[in-house]
Nanobody, 120 residues
Framework: QVQLVESGGGLVQPGGSLRLSCAAS??????????TAWYRQAPGNQRELVTS??????????YYVDSVKGRFTISRDNVEKMVYLQMNDLKPEDTAVYYC?????????WGQGTQVTVSS
């Protein structure tokens, strides 16, 4: 059974920071070869890719959407099967539900999402 569980969301003032966590289970010994990503979706908007790491081992590519470059950092722990998103200098436009995603080839798995609200 594959399961992704996000945590760490909440209410924060503009300029503040949050660290999101994603606990992955059910991947056996294959987790390291999967890509990991964070998406977000605000009310009335389409879900967008925020950041991703294409592989947990070997040659890997890291991507950030332009709006979060220099502020967000994606990381992963392949032993503990965790994915993290460090979010600094948060802006109201970052308000959304954030989703953890794990993928390989044609397979893609999603967490339930965690709410991030940036407001004064």
């Amino acid at each position: 059974q594959v399961q992704l569980v996000e945590s760490g969301g909440g209410l924060v003032q503009p300029g503040g920071s949050l660290r999101l966590s994603c606990a992955a289970s059910g991947f056996g010994f294959t987790f390291s070869v999967y890509g990991t990503a964070w998406y977000r979706q605000a009310p009335g908007n389409q879900r967008e890719l925020v950041t991703s790491i294409s592989r947990g081992t070997g040659t890997s590519n890291t991507y950030y959407v332009d709006s979060v470059k220099g502020r967000f950092t994606i990381s992963r722990d392949n032993v503990e099967k965790m994915v993290y998103l460090q979010m600094n200098d948060l802006k109201p436009e970052d308000t959304a539900v954030y989703y953890c995603n794990v993928y390989f080839g044609g397979a893609s798995y999603w967490g339930q999402g965690t709410q991030v609200t940036v407001s004064s």
